[in-house]
């Protein structure tokens, strides 16, 4: 017998507490990247399942089922769904892992832990979420309260497609929210597993509901529908200025984590050794499909072949694998439009005049099936290049040397993007200034990728805007309301 865990040939929506075929009763497929193989058929959302869950939401929300419930019970509900998510874990790892093409090391070791601790973090939140009593001019009484926004709606992107949805979801619901998510086309099976866990939770029907379908028909018919006050996005830049101008018609919050092309920047006093650290673990982490990747790493004329070689040398350890085997540290590309793109942009490289130092093909694995690309280094690029300048979002390095730390910083601001960045130096003082200059949501100094549940993450510029994470992420999913009580007798 296979003790593997199965994903099921075919899925439904969750709404309103069910489990729904669309309204049209269209479906998709969702294929194992590694493979090309059809994983299973996922039910379509579209306008009418939409608005049959805003109703539901609403509903839910006026009738005071979730944001009602004593800020404890809400915590504890959450505590329900840690709980759910460590009890699915090999399940939901497993899910993860074929329909992203992440290596099953990074999903069960690392993301699926993450996404329950997230919930715990936010479980505490719920009771902590408070307004202030304010000094006034006269004899009043006055204070803020903290509300729930109300019907909420998440769109995720592939590539954390777990993670993206609960540094949403968590938040939300903590704060009273309900919420409706809908993934990605490409990885829809590891939501639909968390709605099963919701709802063994005990959450009210359409509290939390999940509508997998096409970004165009259902992520626009969520933006556009007037019964949905937040959109919480994740994913490009150029779609997140579709869903800001479309939100505008009904003025919902917005808030946008885009794309990136984070600067990682070696001083010249920096260990060699673990600056290339660094910069593997920042751009080949989950193949380089990582907002925050370090995809530009600038080089210092003086250390140049020091850490190039080191580069060079853990990028060629790096072998594309089967993201099944625990052994695995580098999976497939999550689809065959990303690896297309991918495959674009090292030929693009290439034609600038960038010199590929390893990698540079699409890599075969097995049967020769699969969407696997070797893990690619660029150095000799200028900031201006294409690859310099654009994301890629995928396994492919840019290196650019510079000569001091001004011009550094000049290169590194100069970019459309500002999610991220990094500097390895061992001189503390030059470490704080660098990340006071940097224009990035978050600065890293001495290491890459590090993420918590309490330190906020998002962006700069066309990074985006709006805080996820941390104490910041509550304010993200609250109103402030002013309450003045006169108190003259
Ligand atoms: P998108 O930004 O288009 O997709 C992100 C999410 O938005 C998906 O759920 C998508 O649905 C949905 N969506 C798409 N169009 C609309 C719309 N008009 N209204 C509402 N929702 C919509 O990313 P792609 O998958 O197209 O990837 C393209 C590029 O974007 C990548 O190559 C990468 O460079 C970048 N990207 C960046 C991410 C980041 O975290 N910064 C994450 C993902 C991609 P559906 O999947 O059904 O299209």
Redesign the pocket.
């Known amino acids: 017998m296979d003790p593997r865990p199965a994903a099921k040939p075919q899925y439904d929506l969750y709404l309103n507490g069910a489990w729904v075929p669309s309204a049209t009763g269209e479906t998709f497929e969702t294929l194992n990247p590694a493979t090309e193989q059809v994983i299973s058929r996922v039910a379509a959302a579209g306008e009418r399942d939409v608005d049959a869950a805003v109703k539901a939401a609403r509903a839910a929300f006026d009738a005071g089922k979730w944001t009602q419930l004593s800020a404890s019970d809400r915590g504890k509900a959450l505590l329900r769904i840690a709980e759910g998510i460590r009890k699915n874990l090999d399940e939901l790892a497993f899910l993860e892992t074929i329909d992203a093409g992440k290596t099953i090391g990074e999903t069960k070791n690392i993301e699926v832990p993450l996404a329950a601790e997230l919930f715990e973090y936010y479980a505490g939140w719920a009771t902590k979420i408070t307004g202030e009593t304010i000094p006034v001019r006269g004899n009043y009484l006055a204070y803020t309260l903290r509300e729930p926004i109300g019907v909420c709606a998440a769109?995720?992107?592939?590539?954390?497609p777990l993670l993206?949805a609960v540094w949403k979801i968590a938040p939300a619901l903590a704060a009273g929210n309900v919420m409706i998510v809908?993934?990605?086309?490409?990885?829809p099976l590891s939501l639909l597993k968390l709605a099963e866990i919701v709802h063994e939770a005990g959450l009210p029907p359409g509290v939390f509901q999940v509508l997998p379908?096409?970004?165009?028909s259902?992520?626009?018919a969520?933006?556009r529908h007037p019964g949905v006050d937040k959109i919480a996005?994740?994913?490009?830049?150029?779609?997140?200025q579709?869903?800001m101008r479309?939100a505008a018609a009904t003025l919902k919050r917005v808030s946008l984590?885009?794309?990136?092309k984070s600067p990682n920047i070696v001083l010249e006093d920096a260990d060699p050794e673990a600056a290339a650290r660094g910069a593997i673990a920042g751009i080949f982490y989950n193949k380089g499909?990582?907002?925050a990747a370090g995809s530009r790493l600038f080089v210092p004329e003086k250390l140049h072949d020091a850490v190039m070689e080191k580069v060079v040398e853990r990028a060629k350890k790096l072998v594309p694998g089967d993201p099944l085997d625990p052994k695995t540290r580098f999976g497939a590309i999550a689809?065959k439009?990303?690896l297309e793109?991918?495959l674009g942009y090292i030929q693009t490289g290439k034609a600038e005049g960038a010199k590929c130092v390893t990698g540079g093909e699409r890599a075969k694995v097995g049967d020769g099936k699969g969407y696997f690309v070797q893990p690619t280094v660029f150095d000799g690029a200028t900031n201006q290049m294409r690859i310099a300048r654009?994301?890629?979002?995928?396994p492919v390095l840019t290196a650019i040397t510079y000569k001091d730390l001004d011009e550094v910083i000049a290169l590194a601001n100069d970019s459309p993007y500002g999610?991220a960045a990094a500097v390895f130096t061992r001189d503390v003082k030059k470490a704080h200034v660098v990340a006071r200059r940097l224009k990035a949501g978050t600065v890293w100094v001495n290491t890459y990728n590090i993420y918590d549940p309490a330190l906020p993450f998002g962006g700069v510029k066309q990074?985006g805007f709006g805080r996820e994470l941390g104490s910041a992420a509550i304010d993200n999913y609250t109103e402030l309301k002013s309450v003045c009580v006169d108190l003259n007798l």
């Open positions: 769109i995720v992107p592939w590539n954390f993206m809908k993934p990605s086309e490409f990885t379908g096409f970004g165009p259902a992520g626009a969520l933006v996005f994740t994913g490009s830049t150029a779609t997140g579709t869903v479309e984590e885009l794309g990136g499909e990582v907002c689809s439009p990303q793109k991918v654009e994301e890629i979002f995928g999610l990074s």
